[in-house]
């Protein structure tokens, strides 16, 4: 591995040999522009290709979730990390002054300064960790029959939106947080330390800084927190009516009038769609059901047939359909035979050709809006095939 991107940076260290060799005795920068572009060209090309390795063997990993497979995943990232580290040398020996817009912020996306070895192989596993026992996590109880009962995330997901005993919704979001958050927070806290000491390296206060950056919007802060006090008044009235509705099913106990509204009994394991409070919050309940997971149910939807709808609805407003090869090499469903990560996500394998999703899903109405959610996603990445790959 470690040859082959040696390799690499071979082809493009060559393109800047001559100009570096010239510059030896002198503190001054490349000021060179056609010679930062001759790089960037050679740099686009390459980090494409080791994407689009990283890309495989992490959806290997996730769709397959074995030691041999997070170890060709960290030791992708690897490669890839050292790769970034030797081109942003490169990167920051240009002189910007006089470069056109484009080269320079071309050149700023580059790379970033990586920390030791030992360090990021130390980041890539807590975050593989972390992946993983999220994937595994389950909550077990013993039934009526005493027998003990696990649950996955899935089923626990399914206790939120369709439980009305408050006990049961308080086990299933109690229990997740208990077995996975606990086990996560330890290793939560050494990413969080090496993401900001990442991001100090490369001269940023920390991450959540290079978090915003990537938005290029320096009022960022400012207008998100514009668009906040806009909903506000909208989103007080809308939190009043809910916490009201679940007061009258669940009763003083459960609901403080006044107060917050439990995460628990917001239908929802991380409390943010309401959706599944529907039947409980529905304002006319004598109208006809807009129930869509009713409707879906009815006209025999799939999980695959919903894609197929949602593409179409990204078609109808003239946007880009889904390659043929999406159906083929996504995962909708939970396998049966080895450990996944489900949790829902929209791949780019940065070929310009290769986009996937991955998601465990059942015909629901919520389900539904995560597919569109995801293609989204997919969208957005068949739009920007042909940019430069530091613009992806
Ligand atoms: C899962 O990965 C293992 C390697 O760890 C491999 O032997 C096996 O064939 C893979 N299973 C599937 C279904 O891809
Ligand atoms: C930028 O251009 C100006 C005007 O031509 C020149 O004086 C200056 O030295 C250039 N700076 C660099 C870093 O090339
Ligand atoms: C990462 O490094 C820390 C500090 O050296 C160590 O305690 C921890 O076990 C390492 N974590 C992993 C997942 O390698
Ligand atoms: C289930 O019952 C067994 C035996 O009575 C007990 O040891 C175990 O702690 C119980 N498990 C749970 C999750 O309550
Ligand atoms: C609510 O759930 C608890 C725990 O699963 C169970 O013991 C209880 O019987 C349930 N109550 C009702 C009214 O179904
Ligand atoms: C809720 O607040 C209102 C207005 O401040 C107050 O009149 C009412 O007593 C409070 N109700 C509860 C249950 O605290
Ligand atoms: C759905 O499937 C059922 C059972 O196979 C069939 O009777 C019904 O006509 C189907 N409905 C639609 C809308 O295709
Ligand atoms: C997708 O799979 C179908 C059936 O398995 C096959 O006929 C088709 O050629 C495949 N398409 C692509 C693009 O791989």
Redesign the pocket.
């Known amino acids: 591995m470690k040859s082959l991107v040696h390799l690499i940076l071979f082809s493009i260290l060559l393109s800047v040999a001559i100009s570096q060799c010239e510059e030896l005795n002198s503190e001054r920068k490349n000021n060179n522009e056609k010679e930062a572009k001759d790089f960037l060209r050679v740099y686009n090309e390459k980090i494409l290709k080791l994407w689009n390795d990283q890309d495989i063997v992490d959806w290997n990993y996730r769709t ?1 979730v ?1 030691k ?2 997070s170890d060709a995943n960290i030791a992708a990232g690897l490669v890839l990390s050292q790769f970034i580290a030797a081109a942003f040398e490169i990167a920051s020996q240009f002189d910007t002054t006089n470069f056109s817009t484009d080269t320079t912020r071309q050149l700023i996306k580059v790379g970033r300064k990586s920390l030791s070895d030992e360090e990021m192989k130390n980041l890539t596993s807590i975050i593989s960790q972390m992946g993983q026992i999220y994937g595994e996590g389950k909550v077990c109880r013993n039934s009526s029959t005493g027998e003990e009962e696990c649950l996955r995330l899935g089923a626990l997901f399914d206790i939120l939106s369709d439980s009305r005993n408050i006990s049961e919704l308080l086990w299933a979001w109690e229990g997740w947080r208990m077995n996975v958050g606990r086990k996560i927070k330890p290793l939560y806290f050494q990413y969080v330390d090496l993401k900001n000491k990442l991001a100090r390296v490369n001269g940023q206060k920390d991450y959540g800084e290079v978090m915003r950056q990537a938005y290029e919007t320096p009022s960022l802060e400012t207008d998100i927190r514009n668009l906040y006090e806009e909903m506000k008044p909208l989103y007080m009235e809308l939190h009043a009516y809910v916490r009201r509705k679940l007061y009258d099913t669940y009763g003083p106990d459960a609901v403080d009038i006044n107060g917050t509204i439990p995460q628990h009994l917001t239908g929802h394991m991380w409390g943010r769609f309401w959706t599944n409070l529907y039947s409980i919050a529905v304002p006319f309940p004598k109208r006809p059901s807009l129930d869509m997971t009713e409707a879906l149910n009815a006209q025999n939807y799939t999980v695959r047939r919903m894609f197929e709808k949602a593409d179409e609805f990204y078609q109808s407003m003239g946007l880009l359909p889904l390659p043929p090869t999406f159906y083929n090499l996504s995962m909708f469903e939970r396998p049966p ?2 450990q996944v990560m489900c949790h829902p996500v929209a791949s780019d394998f940065h070929d310009g050709k290769d986009f996937r999703v991955r998601l465990c899903i059942s015909v629901e109405y919520i389900n539904f809006l995560t597919v569109h959610h995801e293609l989204g996603h997919i969208q957005y990445y068949m739009q920007y095939a042909n940019q430069p790959g530091v613009y992806r």
Do not use: H, K, L
């Open positions: 397959n074995t041999e497979n035979d080895r």
